[in-house]
């Protein structure tokens, strides 16, 4: 008669240890250097300077250019853009400075803070999250639909920056 110490698996029952469940992914940590997370427009006299001329004088120490974001930061920074400008529908830049997803991108891309390819990347991952909601269509179409709320478009944005972030991005 053979014996066991322990508990003996139920008949039928696979011995084999599962692995452990997936640790949830790490929360967004925001670079000390990267702090200017909803940044102010810029000023007449810097878009007046040709980028050419700000590279220069960046060599030189006269100047720091924005360090561009990788899409999960970028949908992050979207998001507070968003709630610092505010968040509109069927214009990218309202008449009152409000934005709509498309335009804070725009504005984001305009100064510096995000290449257009991570800028690309990070549409994608929002456009993936809304297909997961059912929703197929582009996000700018998305966002101006009338029974969107602000909440919604900033829980979808940050569903996407997990999402982004998950994948190394």
Not at 75 to 101: A, H, K, N
């Amino acid at each position: 008669m053979p014996t066991t110490s322990g508990n003996a698996p139920a008949s039928g029952s696979s011995t084999r240890a599962k692995p452990p469940p997936q640790p949830p992914p790490p929360p967004a940590k925001i670079p000390p250097a990267l702090a200017a997370w909803a940044p102010d427009p810029p000023t007449w006299g810097q878009r007046m300077i040709p980028k050419g001329v700000r590279s220069a004088m960046s060599d030189l120490g006269l100047w720091q250019e924005p360090r561009p974001l990788k899409p999960s930061f970028h949908l992050t920074q979207v998001i507070e853009v968003l709630t610092r400008y505010g968040w509109c529908q069927s214009f990218d830049f309202s008449p009152t400075g409000r934005m709509c997803i498309r335009g804070a991108q725009s504005f984001l891309e305009s100064t510096g803070h995000v290449t257009a390819i991570d800028r690309e990347k990070a549409v994608n991952y929002l456009q993936i999250q809304l297909s997961r909601q059912g929703v197929n269509m582009r996000f700018w179409e998305w966002n101006d639909l009338s029974h969107n709320t602000f909440r919604g478009v900033e829980a979808t944005i940050s569903a996407a920056s997990d999402m982004a972030r998950m994948n190394g991005d």
